[in-house]
């Protein structure tokens, strides 16, 4: 089967680069899931303390519980992108750090995009730069060739620490 360029795609079918998940698009749609998850959150805790009782207690578990999960799953993403985008430690730090911000991922992201830092391809294949001789490069790469197994790690990870933060109980002890 071969490759169908985005200039020979038949009219209406979808170019490759169409379809592809790039770090771009991977990246964006977690980072706007995480800030749509913190407005599910803030709204819980409104909700809460206008109704208070079980309600304002539920709905603060359903979206703080929701939240938790795509917070977990962007933490993951960031750190995935900023490897393979070899972003420095601090803007790799800074990716995952707004996510404790309320909504502060959507300004990263279109900062990371105006500054071409989610521009390219995913690195599944060495090349010339001494970078990739890295333990850590040349386990991303494999890794990204194999991107179901990728997926099924991630979301094992961020399903295994969701279930121990649960066990652990909410951050703030209910007074």
């Known amino acids: ?3 169908i360029s985005p200039s020979a795609a038949p009219s209406g079918a979808p170019s490759r680069s169409t379809r592809s998940l790039t770090p771009k698009r991977l990246y964006r749609i977690v980072a706007i899931a995480e800030a ?3 407005t599910l959150l803030i709204g819980g805790l409104v909700l809460r303390a206008v ?3 079980e309600t304002g207690d539920l709905a603060v578990r359903v979206g703080g519980s929701i939240h938790g999960f795509v917070f977990l799953a962007y933490g993951a993403t960031a750190v995935l992108t ?5 972003w420095g430690v601090g803007v790799g730090v800074l990716a995952v750090v707004t996510a404790v911000i309320p ?7 279109m900062w990371a995009h105006r500054t071409g830092r989610l ?8 090349t010339d730069d001494p970078r990739d001789a890295f333990w850590l490069d040349r386990l991303v790469r494999w890794m990204l060739r194999h991107p179901y197994l990728l997926g ?3 979301l094992t990870a961020v399903v295994v620490l969701f279930v121990v933060l649960l066990q652990l109980g909410p951050p703030v002890p209910k007074s």
Do not use: S
Not at 103 to 109: E, G, K, N, Q, V
């Open 1 to 3: 089967m071969t490759a």
């Open 51 to 53: 109704v208070g009782g």
């Open 103 to 109: 909504y502060a991922t959507i300004p990263f992201d």
């Open 36 to 38: 749509i998850t913190w």
């Open 82 to 86: 900023a490897i393979n985008q070899r």
């Open 119 to 126: 521009e390219g391809d995913w690195r599944r294949e060495a």
């Open 152 to 154: 099924a790690l991630i």
